[in-house]
């Protein structure tokens, strides 16, 4: 057996994908459901007002992740449905809390291990008006601190805790892209505001320090009673050269991640950021202060590892543009050799490569001095899954086989190169808002029925799930 017997296993959601019910119980608005009103800006012109209607079906959801022999469960909290206005002048709305309180009780007495996800890109829509969210480095920290210290006061019995998901999603997609909420970007066709040459490095280090804020206080009020860990969930492709025999390619590619993962990863676990991105984004890359520095370097408990797939990566040449945020570089899906990555899907950015997986969890390991690691997401969509009939969307073989390639990869990585990965959560428990993608790109181990219900109906990936892990984990 591979994988030791503790090693956990389950499914993964967030807030904004799956609950609705924006409305109900004195929920505030988040800059998702603002986003989700601007024309254009999500296909079909989708939004989250019902979703999965989740925040109404806690038992159901419970019940299904049983039936699936989930060991945990991670999800993500509304911050806008505990703080509605979001500030730490604000005040509480208890009903959103209790809802919250409530969920982990369940799921305790179910005999499943809760993972919170404090931030999954669902701020409270006020916060981005009255100070620019995310871009603002002093307000937006102390706010989260304060966000953080009311769940993790009313939540003892959850031990387990991520404080953002993807902050380079937070920062690429939303202040350089402008393909997620707030939507800013410098292409002035999609956005009246933006700077994509200097907002997404602000934003990504504004959440890096409220990381580090939320994470000293839960380690200085929480963890000594409570004794619960913490951390944060990057996100981040495996590369491969585009020309294995040019030395410019291979070192792309170890940018290509810098840029993506040790941009946050480094000030956790070093104190600084990446050489490769101070050369090419200068004094646009904000400075830590030393208070800063104090509160980001050594603030992970774990690592969160959310990986989807691998590139290919060509590098440029000449100086980047200022709104290049991958590093001077092109990624691509076939190599020199006309060797291809991995078989398309329905998300342009993903196509199969386990063997990355496998190779990302060894560098990862190997820079960061082999913490633990949880990967709170990993999974597929299927070109054109949404466009098949109910009965034909149950049989996703194409999504187990890649849940069964990806933990084969992810077992070989503990056994045989000594990672130290303590846990797995699919993405995703059930079809789900896709973003800017709507409800066109289906993520789920489990079907939504949108049309009558949003009824769930395990596929085969979800069935496939427990004999997969019972198969390589050890028995105690
Ligand atoms: C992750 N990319 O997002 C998120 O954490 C989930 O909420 C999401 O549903 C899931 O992956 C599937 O998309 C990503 O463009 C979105 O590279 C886009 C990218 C990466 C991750």
Redesign the pocket.
């Known amino acids: 057996m591979s994988l030791p017997s503790d090693f956990l296993w389950g499914f993964a959601t967030?807030s904004f994908?799956i609950e609705g019910a924006t409305k109900q119980d004195g929920r505030g608005p988040s800059i998702w459901d603002t986003f989700c009103a601007v024309p254009g800006k999500i296909a079909h012109g989708a939004n989250g007002d019902i979703a999965c209607d989740s925040y109404n079906r806690t038992a159901e959801d419970i019940e299904l992740l049983k039936k699936l022999g989930s060991k945990c469960y991670r999800f993500s909290l509304s911050w806008s449905r505990i703080i509605p206005l979001g500030g730490r002048n604000d005040p509480i709305n208890q009903k959103g809390l209790d809802h919250y309180v409530k969920f982990v009780d369940d799921l305790l007495e179910a005999g499943i291990t809760p993972f919170i996800t404090l931030y999954?890109?669902d701020l409270p829509d006020e916060l981005d008006k009255r100070y620019g969210g995310l871009l603002n480095r002093t307000e937006f920290p102390l706010d989260f601190e304060n966000y953080a210290r009311v769940v993790f006061k009313a939540i003892p019995k959850c031990k387990n805790w991520i404080t953002f998901?993807?902050p380079w999603?937070s920062s690429i997609?939303a202040y350089s892209t402008g393909f997620f909420a707030p939507g800013h970007t410098s292409d002035r066709k999609k956005s009246p505001i933006g700077d994509s040459s200097r907002e997404p490095w602000i934003a990504g280090h504004n959440l890096l320090v409220a990381h580090g804020r939320a994470v000293k206080v839960y380690r200085e009020e929480f963890k000594p009673n409570d004794k619960g860990q913490i951390g944060i969930t990057l996100?981040g492709?495996y590369t491969y050269p585009w020309d294995p025999e040019d030395p410019a390619d291979v070192e792309a590619c170890n940018r290509k991640i810098e840029f993506a993962i040790s941009w946050f990863a480094d000030p956790i676990y070093f104190g600084k950021y990446p050489d490769s991105m101070l050369k090419q984004l200068g004094d646009r890359l904000p400075t830590f202060t030393d208070e800063e520095r104090g509160l980001v370097q050594g603030s992970n408990d774990f690592y969160g590892m959310?990986h989807?797939t691998a590139d290919y990566v060509k590098h440029k040449t000449g100086t980047a543009p200022e709104d290049d945020f991958l590093g001077n570089l092109e990624t691509m899906s076939y190599n020199k050799a006309g060797d291809c990555i991995g078989p398309e899907t329905q998300?342009f950015?993903?196509r199969p490569n386990p063997e990355g997986f496998r190779a990302l969890i060894n560098w990862l390991s190997k820079r960061y001095g082999y913490p633990p690691i949880y990967v709170t997401?990993n999974?597929t969509?299927i070109k054109g899954e949404n466009d098949l009939p109910k009965d034909d969307i149950l049989k996703d073989g194409f999504r187990t086989k890649y849940f069964h390639d990806y933990a084969h990869a992810l077992a070989d990585a503990v056994s045989k190169d000594g990672c130290n990965v303590k846990g797995y959560m699919a993405?995703?428990l059930m079809d789900?808002f896709?973003?800017a993608e709507g409800y066109e790109?289906r993520?789920g181990c489990c079907h939504v029925d949108y049309e009558n219900g949003q009824v769930r109906t395990p596929k085969e990936s979800a069935k496939k799930m427990k004999p997969l892990f019972d198969s390589l984990i050890a028995k105690s």
Do not use: V
């Open positions: 967030a994908q999954h890109w998901n993807e999603c997609l996100n492709d959310n989807y998300s950015w993903l997401e999974g969509s993405w995703s789900n896709e973003w790109t993520f």
